[in-house]
């Protein structure tokens, strides 16, 4: 079975997604089973898996006996910031090394800040981290993520929960063709085609919150993003025919015509 691999385990899965912004943790479960997630991404700063025994864990709703979790960054500013967040997580998930890192520029676009990012990352490497980068789609970027020991680097396809799907689709394939680490989608992804686009390009992934949580019905959009992104993948490595400029050429067979 084509299976992901990141920092040498394997996924059947190459949905990986966020738990933030539904209604309750109930919907959150729900929705993540949707999907067929194997990955579920959390954000330290905002969601409880343990930091406050009184209220409810994300913990019980999604065991990590059964998910692998991704601490991330979300709402850190700078690279101190995002590597406090991160040895925080290791100590609440019994030494869990894999995470993702964000460090963002500003609140009003999130766009990524890629010099604090980058701070942040060799940081985090030198402690063992297995590091999963959100970053700019910037081919160079992604280069240097990647030669410092990154295990994904995650570009995005449009800002943070803006759901205007992959809009330079030039770039991400100049990143997928260059490195040899997974090259994973985040951001921007708003409906099933865009996921399905991003892994026919030849993504090993999409990583998605918003699409799903920010949908009328969450759960069946779960539903519809684990079908896209399987349908993509599988296109992908079918092979597409080759675009013809001006050039028609029949479906059916021109040669041994009944009545020629």
């Given amino acids: 079975m084509d299976k992901l691999i990141i920092a040498g385990k394997s996924y059947n899965s190459r949905l990986l997604v966020g738990t933030g912004k539904y209604k309750d943790f109930d919907e959150t479960r729900l929705a993540v089973e949707a999907s067929g997630a194997e990955i579920v991404t959390v954000a330290i700063r905002r969601t409880n898996i343990g930091q406050d025994a009184t209220q409810p864990s994300l913990l019980d709703a999604l065991p990590p006996s059964r998910y692998t979790y991704l601490p991330n960054t979300a709402g850190c500013y700078t690279a101190d910031d995002a590597v406090r967040t991160l040895r925080l997580a290791r100590e609440l998930l019994d030494g869990h090394n894999l995470v993702?890192?964000?460090?963002?520029?500003?609140?009003?676009?999130?766009?990524?800040?890629?010099?604090?990012?980058?701070?942040?990352?060799?940081?985090?490497?030198?402690?063992?981290?297995?590091?999963?980068?959100?970053?700019?789609?910037?081919?160079?970027?992604?280069?240097?993520?990647?030669?410092?020991?990154?295990?994904?680097?995650?570009?995005?396809?449009?800002?943070?929960?803006?759901?205007?799907?992959?809009?330079?689709?030039?770039?991400?394939?100049?990143?997928?063709?260059?490195?040899?680490?997974?090259?994973?989608?985040?951001?921007?992804?708003?409906?099933?085609?865009?996921?399905?686009?991003?892994?026919?390009?030849?993504?090993?992934?999409?990583?998605?919150?918003?699409?799903?949580?920010?949908?009328?019905?969450?759960?069946?959009?779960?539903?519809?993003?684990?079908?896209?992104?399987?349908?993509?993948?599988?296109?992908?490595?079918?092979?597409?025919?080759?675009?013809?400029?001006?050039?028609?050429?029949?479906s059916s067979p021109t040669t041994g015509v009944i009545g020629s």
């Fill in 100 to 250: 993702k890192l964000e460090v963002l520029g500003d609140p009003k676009s999130l766009y990524p800040n890629v010099v604090e990012t980058i701070k942040a990352a060799e940081i985090l490497i030198r402690e063992d981290f297995k590091v999963m980068v959100y970053t700019s789609d910037d081919p160079i970027i992604a280069k240097q993520f990647e030669a410092m020991g990154c295990v994904a680097v995650m570009p995005l396809a449009s800002l943070i929960g803006s759901g205007m799907g992959i809009l330079n689709p030039w770039n991400l394939q100049i990143i997928i063709n260059e490195l040899q680490v997974p090259v994973i989608v985040d951001a921007g992804v708003g409906t099933a085609s865009d996921a399905a686009i991003a892994m026919e390009l030849g993504c090993a992934g999409v990583l998605m919150n918003t699409a799903i949580a920010g949908a009328q019905h969450p759960v069946l959009m779960a539903g519809a993003m684990k079908k896209a992104v399987q349908a993509g993948r599988e296109a992908y490595l079918a092979g597409r025919m080759p675009k013809k400029i001006y050039t028609a050429s029949p």
